[in-house]
């Protein structure tokens, strides 16, 4: 069985081809370069160019994109856009006029002379090529995808805010890490960048979606001095995003999720501190730029640490000299690849034919 694994964040994407009759270690693995950091280079290519840039495809991660966007426009480039690309930097289309970006039909953009960047988190055919390139068989049996959605909040509504209570929710709903394993048909429609990047998978082999952050601390169980601990914090430190929590097996005790750039050392330290100790606040995260906190179960709060402080993710070197003594965790070898580990567990969540041949080749460790 051979599922393909795509983690997608806002600096790199982490690949992992997954063959249930292969050793893990020998997997095929690539880290590339994210969607919006692709198209963040090629909006860059049209100004230094100064070409007129025309933007389609759907609604994808935004960051490097649109910060490239927006210097774009105040170089003095004209921007056009349709609909649904336009989302990828504002839910409120208004709002991506007021940027000075023209929104366009699909038709129209078709016929304006320009440099034309096609916004999708998921491009199967580059992966294929990169795959095809060393003789990899790119037949799959499923594909597990992920990335982190704030979802289209409604208006005067924070996405952070309304991206946390999409967490907070499911938690309450499901107390469990793989919770946030969905199948296409089940992803809200507010969900709408994890949707988007569902359907640009095709339909050639089963889809499952998990979000990036769940994935990511599901994945770091299946480290080995991880595993051994039944109560841990798990802290992903992405390079936009930290998502932290606190975890006996894989219940949730508490989560909180913020800006990995927005936080000082001094911060996540704290930060991680209380929120093991049930004291982190909702209001005090949201106040410091963050998306919020949640005590899911305060019967497992507990007044230290626990031994295990968990972390991986591409900005771990935050917290290596801290009192929170962490772990920097690489299961299987290779921590940009934990996501990929814990997209593999919520593939076999949702699809019970993959259950046991991903369980088996991985250990039961989760």
């Known amino acids: 069985m051979r599922i393909l694994a795509i983690d997608m964040g806002t600096g790199t994407q982490d690949i992992l081809l997954f063959d249930s009759d292969q050793p893990v270690e020998n997997s095929v693995k690539m880290v590339l370069p994210s969607a919006t950091e692709i198209a963040a280079r090629r909006i860059r290519r049209a100004g230094a160019i100064g070409r007129a840039l025309v933007l389609d495809g759907s609604v994808a991660g935004g960051g490097p994109c649109a910060w490239a966007l927006e210097a774009f426009l105040a170089a003095?480039?004209?921007?056009?856009?349709?609909?649904?690309?336009?989302?990828?930097?504002?839910?409120?289309?208004?709002?991506?006029?007021?940027?000075?970006?023209?929104?366009?039909?699909?038709?129209?953009?078709?016929?304006?002379?320009?440099?034309?960047?096609?916004?999708?988190?998921?491009?199967?055919?580059?992966?294929?090529?990169?795959?095809?390139?060393?003789?990899?068989?790119?037949?799959?049996?499923?594909?597990?995808?992920?990335?982190?959605?704030?979802?289209?909040?409604?208006?005067?509504?924070?996405?952070?805010?309304?991206?946390?209570?999409?967490?907070?929710?499911?938690?309450?709903a499901r107390n469990d890490l793989l919770a946030f394993a969905m199948l296409p048909g089940d992803l809200p429609e507010y969900l709408t960048r994890a949707r988007a990047m569902v359907a640009s998978a095709g339909s050639d082999a089963p889809v499952a979606f998990m979000d990036t952050g769940p994935a990511a601390a599901?994945?770091?169980?299946?480290?080995?001095?991880?595993?051994?601990?039944?109560?841990?914090?798990?802290?992903?430190?992405?390079?936009?995003?930290?998502?932290?929590?606190?975890?006996?097996?894989?219940?949730?005790?508490?989560?909180?999720?913020?800006?990995?750039?927005?936080?000082?050392?001094?911060?996540i330290e704290s930060f991680t501190q209380r929120l093991a100790a049930g004291s982190l606040t909702q209001d005090e995260v949201f106040h410091s730029k963050g998306h919020g906190a949640y005590h899911a179960d305060r019967s497992l709060v507990c007044d230290t640490l626990p031994p295990m402080v968990a972390v991986t993710g591409p900005q771990r070197e935050k917290v290596r000299q801290t009192a929170l003594h962490p772990t920097f965790v690489a299961p299987f070898g290779d921590m940009m690849i934990s996501g990929c580990f814990g997209l593999l567990r919520g593939f076999g969540e949702v699809y019970p034919w993959a259950r046991e041949p991903i369980a088996q080749r991985l250990g039961l460790l989760a």
């Not at 294929?128 to 704030?150: I, M, N, S």
């Not at 080995?224 to 601990?229: F, S, T």
């Open 76 to 172: 003095g480039g004209r921007a056009f856009a349709t609909p649904e690309a336009a989302q990828t930097f504002d839910d409120d289309p208004e709002r991506v006029r007021e940027m000075g970006v023209t929104i366009v039909s699909a038709d129209e953009a078709r016929v304006i002379d320009g440099e034309r960047v096609t916004l999708r988190d998921l491009d199967m055919g580059a992966i294929r090529t990169a795959l095809l390139a060393f003789e990899v068989d790119t037949k799959f049996d499923g594909l597990a995808l992920g990335c982190l959605d704030h979802g289209a909040a409604p208006p005067g509504v924070s996405d952070r805010l309304f991206r946390f209570e999409h967490l907070r929710r499911t938690v309450a």
């Open 218 to 267: 599901l994945g770091a169980i299946h480290d080995e001095r991880v595993a051994a601990c039944e109560e841990r914090v798990v802290l992903n430190l992405g390079n936009m995003h930290l998502l932290g929590f606190h975890l006996h097996g894989r219940q949730i005790a508490s989560l909180f999720e913020h800006h990995t750039g927005e936080l000082t050392t001094a911060q």
